[in-house]
């Protein structure tokens, strides 16, 4: 019998630790019930603990994958996590606008072990080019507080990332202080909502893009929002509780079944 799945465009960098980045996706992706394509933004040379280095791949390169894709069949939604280089930029908005379905993105500025991974350049782009094209945006709290360095609190910078155009904020809040995890979700209408997880005290590597892609999966295969965001935040919490080592620094969130 002939099935499919829906599929969802990855547009992600590549962490050979297999933590975070693309793994993080097609794994994550694929345990909703979907399909990633996956095309690399940057090749990073990076362990389980930190990224010493990021390798931006050409926009061409990037295109050009996206063309054949994009011509071989639809897609029901797009995730960006680590852009990488300015650069990219415009080809990304390019992606959005010519698939024309949900674009979820996980602004990765800095790495948990502590690695930059954005300049000003990338920062101010991502703000004036990429946000007006998002459907949603999912920084950690202390990447929202660097997007937005003026607001005075977690729901000001999320008023102010929908301001510029992002249609909804989710502020994860994994790495802030507090016995429980809160999520902030700003949704469409600009309504808050705050989604709770029990905390594990443990140091993760690729949580955020597992959360991320996990909503991509779960809008592809035809949740809404608000569905998706709850399921993708269970799922994820799933995957802290069974995370494994995988090398001497922080542990892998578990996103297969077995
Ligand atoms: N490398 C890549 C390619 C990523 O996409 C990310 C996060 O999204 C990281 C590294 C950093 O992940 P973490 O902060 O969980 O270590």
Redesign the pocket.
Known sequence: MLTSRPRVLCL????PSG???IHADLEAIAAQGAHALTVITAL?V?DSGN?RRVLPQPPAQVAEQVELLLADGPVAAVKI??IGDAALLPVLVDVIRRAGVPAIC?P?LR???GTDLSDANLRAGLIEQLLPQLALLTPNAAEARRLMPDAPDLPAAAARLAAAGCRQVLITGGDEPGLDIQNLWRDGAGTLHTLRSPRIDAR??????TLAAAIAGRIAVGDDWGQAIARAQDYTHGTLAAAYAAGQG?LIPKRHLT
Do not use: I, K, M, Y
């Open positions: 992600s960098g590549h962490d933590g975070a980045g990073t990076q990224v996590g680590l996980d990765v790495a948990g072990g993760f590597h690729g949580a955020g893009c922080r």
